[in-house]
């Protein structure tokens, strides 16, 4: 159905046919809604045109939504289009969260580094819980994948809680771009602290402080914020260089918040008459919401323009054969195995980006982000969208995240009066925490009976109908 063009327009050439628009309106249409997406943000309260037409929130709403479409349509991938069950996506997601915040917190990745390194670690984690399909199918890998889920979880809880804090929550640096030239460089001792304006939501300012050739014990470096306080040195925004004998030579800080800061050098064992260099550079800054969303949408549209490129492919037709019926497609001489694997892989670096978006995009980690039932919802996201449907992921990470931040609070104080009326033994606090479960239960249980094959079907359907006009029947 998606192949069908309207009446008197036809192909000329093997070109035209295996375009994925079919058609100069469809070509259109797109690349109107993907302009109005990046218009959204110039309409909000924080745009910098001043405007205010929409408020931020609906910004952040479009920005996690697409993160989210990231994730599900990796599950797309192997769900389906490849036919393997998976309930371990949520966790996959936190090896791409974390390995990222790892990465640009410990060895000093930028965001542009650290997104494709953790995404292939990601890919490659997935291919070690996908080895279980090679004798396992159905249910039976649905249970050795949501092993994935409880297992990863403690690996980053308890061995690894050194670098992701645990239960703690874990900072994640902004992403920038830059820093370009110097545009100031002053020098300042211990007689003589520094004070200086930085701070900008786009361009920030990266301060680097080198101290000369020393002998002896150096002076602490003190970083003191428009708040008053002085930069811890485990701060995100702050690495340090070290000489060969493990002393401070010198810091590098990102000064992303508006204000006026402090240097200052503090003498060590009696020593004195220190001086250092400040050089202050700009950089271009993710920090705001507005400048995330202009990272986080397209790379999104891409991602899923690359995946429905993938099923286009000779491995996307294997994914299909294998879904179908993999007995047949081994007869036809496809490695099931390596399909299978190749999906897992796949699927996972999907998740590995969304992962790592969120945590750039929160500026915050914490295991309960990537607990069963993330993944759980990940999966009825799919399957209210439509699985092995290009749309199935836009349409139900959509429908779900409305229905969450719309819907079911706009229901919920009308269902807190009523329900307590209509069940009267059960304990009002209790059936006002069941709303948002019941009503999310219900969504998927009528999309289950009455769509089965989910969104992106029925609105194939529709826009078949309306390319066939007017003989529709």
């Known amino acids: 159905m ?40 110039m309409l909000s309260q924080s745009s910098p045109l001043g405007w205010a037409w929409l408020g931020d929130q609906y910004v952040s709403l479009v920005a996690r939504v697409a993160i989210f479409v990231i994730a599900v349509q990796g599950l797309n991938l192997l769900v389906g289009y490849t036919g393997q069950v998976s309930l371990g996506h949520g966790a996959f997601m936190a090896v791409g969260a974390y390995g990222s915040a790892i990465l640009a917190r410990e060895l000093g990745f930028s965001f542009w580094l650290a997104l494709p390194t953790s995404a292939l670690l990601t890919g490659v984690v997935g291919l070690v819980f996908g080895l279980p399909s090679l004798r396992v199918k159905g249910f039976y890998l649905a249970m050795a994948t949501l092993a994935a889920q409880f297992i990863i979880p403690w690996v980053l809880r308890y061995p690894m809680e050194d670098l992701t804090g645990g239960t703690r929550p874990l900072s994640v640096p902004a992403p920038i771009i830059g820093p370009f030239a110097a545009y100031a ?21 990266v301060i680097a402080v080198r101290l000369p050739d020393y002998t002896g014990e150096a002076p602490r470096i003190d970083i003191i914020n428009p708040s008053g306080d002085v930069v811890p040195y485990g701060d995100v925004n702050l690495s340090l260089h070290l000489d060969d004998d493990g002393k401070i030579s010198g810091l590098d800080y990102i ?22 260099v400040l050089q202050r550079k700009k950089a271009l800054s993710f920090a705001s919401d507005i400048a995330m969303y202009y990272l986080i949408v397209p ?14 492919t000779r491995t996307g037709r294997a994914f299909i054969s294998v879904r179908d019926n993999d007995l047949a497609a081994e007869l036809l001489g496809i490695n099931v195995f390596a399909t299978k694997l190749r999906a897992f892989f796949l699927s996972s670096v999907y998740a590995g980006v969304a992962g790592c978006l969120l945590a750039f995009e929160r500026n915050s980690l914490s295991l309960q982000m990537f607990e069963l039932d993330v993944s759980i919802e990940m999966l009825a996201m799919l399957i209210i969208g439509g699985a092995g449907f290009p749309l199935g ?8 995240r409305l ?50 094959r989910g969104i992106a079907h029925r609105w194939e359907i529709l826009k078949a109908a309306w390319k066939l006009r007017p003989y529709a029947y």
């Open 2 to 41: 998606a192949n069908l063009k309207p009446a008197g327009v036809f192909d000329t050439s093997y070109a035209q046919d295996l375009r994925i628009d079919r058609s100069r309106r469809d070509r259109l249409w797109k690349n109107l809604a993907f302009v109005a997406l990046l218009l959204l943000p």
């Open 185 to 205: 460089e002053d020098l300042f001792s211990e007689d003589a602290p520094l004070t200086f304006a930085a701070g900008d939501p786009y361009f920030v300012d």
């Open 299 to 312: 790379l999104s549209a891409l991602l899923m323009f690359l995946a429905r490129n993938i099923i286009r």
């Open 393 to 400: 992921a836009l349409f139900g990470v959509t429908f779900i």
């Open 255 to 276: 000064a992303s918040k508006p204000g006026n800061y402090g240097l200052r050098l503090v003498a060590q064992d009696g020593a004195d008459g220190w001086q250092a």
């Open 403 to 452: 229905l969450q931040e719309a819907f079911i609070p706009m229901l919920r104080p009308l269902l807190s009066d009523w329900l307590p009326q209509l069940f009267p033994f059960i304990d009002v606090v209790n059936i006002t925490s069941a709303i948002n479960p019941l009503l999310f239960g219900g969504a998927l249980m009528l999309f289950l009976v009455l769509e089965p």
